[in-house]
């Protein structure tokens, strides 16, 4: 089989990370070699993301910027932007006589599988058609898989697509119907993942709520978890972690927490979809199944094992018809909740939702000046979750990078922590093993996060 090289570029989620690593390892199987130069590739495609306005615009000016480094190369879109009708419109340049197609072949997102099984060089300019709608997509999980990952810390994927509808998401359009991943599948590739030396895997979906809604003999999402920690911790416990991506506070009633704490190998460490505290933003965002405060509840209770938690959110701000009250509540929520960090956005109006068609659009500047506030309320908890943190005896870091990943001896070392802290080991010892969970203890603070030293070091 002849050679041929290719380029991925990846915006977005870790979905959409797992979803690289997949076409990666088969483009390799078919002969493909990866380069990091797009002007040395025969064929670049961009996996793009289209939760905001900004991810869509992102994935065009790469796309653009791409066309002008590597124009020998075939120059694919795939991902949740390839699914809107928008980014098939051709884009004339200055100078241009005639508008430039953004892309030679586009995949959308429901058919982004097919990437699997196709020779790359032999696609044609037939995948130009424009995305068929999600409702069309395959009803089963799309059959992407994973023997390795880029970084130390991999992705597993366990649950694809969304059916809730919030009234400001646009992933219903772009990623389809739930599909839950069969747990056998699941279990198998969290032991390949992990005997491949990897230290610790991120548990993701686009909506692990939804886990098992579309396959009831699976069980649900916490059946998952406990079975998976059940399977893997007599090989693993004390060796390796599992991390969850994202869950709602509606899921962590009394059955989540209970199943959390039986769990040996999950990381005392939540992020929440939490998107706003006003009950009032809640219903519009068409979230009204849940109450903030069952986050609190929730913290309260785990506190008995976990007296320790990294604690982490997403947070809209600026959704139509949002007050200065609702503000008001949400600041004082994130200063009654220990978060050790939180992902805030001003809200992006998405064509196609609901929300977008709402009266009551906050003006662009105010939208900011609300996020600000909300992000200066988080970084005063994360400092002083942060501080806390220099009082832990040792804790476990898993590292960005594994044993002879082209680290230079002596190169300071980055990783997190199991509450999710950011860590760098400034001078690492020589011969100091980084597969696995490294021993470490704090020795300070600087602005990304703490200093440490592994155990035993004088």
Known sequence: MSTWKFHLLTFGCKVNQYESQSLREAWQRQG???????????????????????????????????RRTAPQARLILTGCAAQLPGVLEPVRRRGEQQPQPTA???????????????????????????????ANAAQTFPPFAIDGFRRARPVLKVQDGCEHRCTYCIVPLTRGRCRSREPQAVLDEAR???????????????????????????????????????????????????????????????????????????????????????????????????????????????????????????????????TEADVDCLLDFVAATPFSYAHVFPYSARPGTAAAGFAGHIPPQEKQERARRVREAVARQQEVFRRAQLAQPDMLLAADVA??????????????????????????PAGLPLSGLVPVRPTGLDAAGLLVEPVGTP
Request: net charge neutral; proline share 6%; charged share 25%.
């Open 403 to 428: 044993d002879g990943e082209g680290r230079q001896e002596g190169q300071a070392i980055r990783g997190v922590n199991e509450f999710y802290v950011p860590c760098r080991l400034v001078t690492p």
């Open 192 to 322: 390949r993942l992990l005997r491949g030396g990897h230290a610790e895997l991120m548990i993701s979906g686009i909506n692990l709520r939804q886990y098992g809604r579309d396959r009831p003999d699976y069980g649900d999402f916490w059946s998952l978890l406990t079975w998976l920690d059940r399977e893997l911790a007599p090989e693993f416990a004390g060796k390796a972690r599992l991390r969850i991506s994202s869950l709602e506070p509606g899921q962590l009633d009394a059955r989540g927490v209970d199943s959390l704490l039986s769990c040996r190998l999950v990381c005392p460490h939540l992020h929440i979809s939490l998107q706003h505290a006003s009950p009032q933003v809640l219903r519009r965002m068409g979230r009204g199944h849940y109450r903030a405060e069952s986050l609190q509840e929730a913290v309260r209770a785990l506190s008995a094992q976990w007296p320790v938690m990294g604690l982490g959110a997403d947070i809209i701000l600026g959704f139509p018809g949002e």
């Open 32 to 66: 493909g070699e990866e380069c990091d130069d797009p002007a040395a590739a025969d064929i670049v495609c961009v996996n793009s993301c289209a939760i905001t306005a900004k991810g869509e615009r992102d994935a065009r000016a790469a796309l653009l910027r791409l």
């Open 104 to 134: 030679d072949c586009i995949i959308p997102q429901a058919r982004k599988a097919q990437l699997l099984h196709a020779l790359l060089p032999s696609l044609t300019d037939g995948g130009r058609q424009a995305p068929q709608a999600a």
